[in-house]
C-alpha cells in the first residue's frame, strides 16, 4: 500500500496542492476526489497550482486523477497548473503528452506570479 | 456497461455486420490489448509506469477477456507495456472472438452465418442495438471537435482508436487531416496507450527488417 499525504495551502485565493509521495493505484482516487472537492467547493478558487515538489512517482492511475483534476478545473473556470516537477515525473506528462494540455512552471512562485 | 475492450471491438462493426477489414491488422490487435490492460487498470489489477506494468492482484474479473490477459501475464519478470503488447498479440484472434461473444450476448450484436458464392462460410455480426456504438463514435468526435480536457476514458478511446485505425471507419480522410493537431493533442494521454504506440512501431519495424532480409 503506497503513501501519498497530500496538503492544502491558499495563497491569495489560489489553492496550492500539495501531494508528498507516490501517485499510484492505491492513492489515485484519493488524490482525485481532493482535487473535485476542492473545485466544487463553495469558495471557488481563483487558481489551482499542483506544487509537485515532493511528488516522486506517477504512475498510469496517477495520471489519470491529474487528468480528471485538469478536466474539472477547466468546467469550473479555474486556471489550473503545475510546478516544479521532478525529472521522472515530467517524463511521464511529457511521453504520455499530459504537457501538452497543461502549463507549467518551475516553482511555485512562477505560477504563483503567474495566476496573480 | 460495456467494456473499453467492448467497444473498441464494436467499432470495428461496419454497418453491414462485416467485421472491418482494420481488425486483422495488427494495430487493431495491440489496440485490443491495450485496451483490456487499461480495463485491468481500472479494476485495481495492475498499474503501469514508464518501465513496466505491475500486477497488483491476480483476482478473476469476471469479464472473459480481461481474464485471459491477466492469466497470460505470469512470470516475476517485469515487463513494460510495450513489451507485454508484443508477448499478448498471439492471444489476438481469441479476444476478438471473445469481444464480438461478449457483445452478442448483450443484444448488441446478431450473429449470423451465411455462404459466399454459395461456399464459402461467413459470419456477419449485423449491430442489433445501436446506441453503443453511436455513442462511442459521438465521444470520439465530441472530444475530437470540442476543446474541453478530455475525460480519461475518451483520451484513451480515441487514442486507441488511431492507433488501431479505426478513425478511418468514420472519419473520412480530409477530416483526419483537418482533426489531426486535435487528434495529436488529446488522444491518447495515457501511459498505455503510449505504449501500445511504441509497440505498433516495434512491430512495424520487425516486419520492414524482415522484408530486407534476403529470401536465400
Known amino acids: ?116 | 456497461m460495456i467494456s473499453l475492450a467492448e467497444e473498441l471491438a464494436l467499432l470495428a462493426i461496419e454497418d453491414d455486420g462485416a467485421v472491418a477489414y482494420t481488425a486483422g491488422q495488427a494495430g487493431f490487435g495491440m489496440a485490443l490489448i491495450g485496451a483490456c490492460l487499461v480495463d485491468l487498470n481500472g479494476q485495481g489489477r495492475l498499474d503501469a509506469d514508464l518501465t513496466a506494468v505491475h500486477i497488483l492482484s491476480r483476482a478473476p474479473t469476471g469479464d472473459p477477456m480481461l481474464d485471459l490477459v491477466l492469466g497470460e501475464m505470469s512470470g516475476d519478470t517485469l515487463l513494460s507495456v510495450e513489451q507485454w503488447v508484443l508477448q499478448l498479440a498471439p492471444q489476438v484472434p481469441t479476444l476478438v472472438q471473445l469481444a464480438l461473444t461478449a457483445l452478442v450476448k448483450r443484444g448488441i450484436l446478431a450473429q449470423k452465418e451465411s455462404r459466399f458464392l454459395w461456399v464459402l462460410k461467413e459470419r456477419r455480426y449485423p449491430v442489433m442495438d445501436g446506441r453503443e456504438q453511436k455513442e462511442a463514435k459521438l465521444r470520439i468526435m465530441s472530444t475530437l471537435l470540442g476543446d474541453d480536457v478530455p475525460t480519461p476514458h475518451d483520451t484513451v478511446l480515441v487514442g486507441l482508436a488511431r492507433a488501431g485505425g479505426l478513425l478511418e471507419g468514420f472519419l473520412s480522410a480530409q477530416e483526419i487531416h483537418r482533426l489531426e493537431s486535435r487528434i495529436g493533442e488529446v488522444g491518447g494521454i495515457d501511459l498505455v496507450v503510449r505504449g501500445v504506440e511504441a509497440a505498433i512501431r516495434e512491430d512495424q519495424a520487425a516486419r520492414a527488417r524482415a522484408m530486407m532480409l534476403p529470401m536465400y
Do not use: W
Request: with cysteine; hydrophobic share 45%; aromatic share 6%.
Open chain 1, 1 to 116: 500500500m503506497s503513501v501519498l499525504n497530500t496538503t492544502l495551502e491558499t495563497v491569495n485565493g489560489v489553492v496550492v496542492v500539495l501531494p508528498e509521495g507516490r501517485l499510484d493505484y492505491d492513492a489515485a482516487a484519493g488524490f482525485q476526489s481532493t482535487l473535485e472537492q476542492t473545485l466544487a467547493g463553495s469558495d471557488k478558487p481563483r487558481g489551482m497550482i499542483i506544487d509537485c515538489t515532493s511528488l516522486s512517482y506517477v504512475s498510469s492511475a496517477g495520471l489519470r486523477s491529474f487528468l480528471v483534476g485538469a478536466r474539472a478545473a477547466k468546467s469550473a473556470g479555474v486556471p489550473f497548473v503545475v510546478c516544479s516537477l521532478s525529472q521522472s515525473v515530467r517524463e511521464v506528462f511529457t511521453v504520455s503528452g499530459f504537457s501538452r494540455i497543461i502549463e507549467e512552471h518551475a516553482d511555485r512562485a512562477a505560477a504563483l506570479a503567474k495566476l496573480g
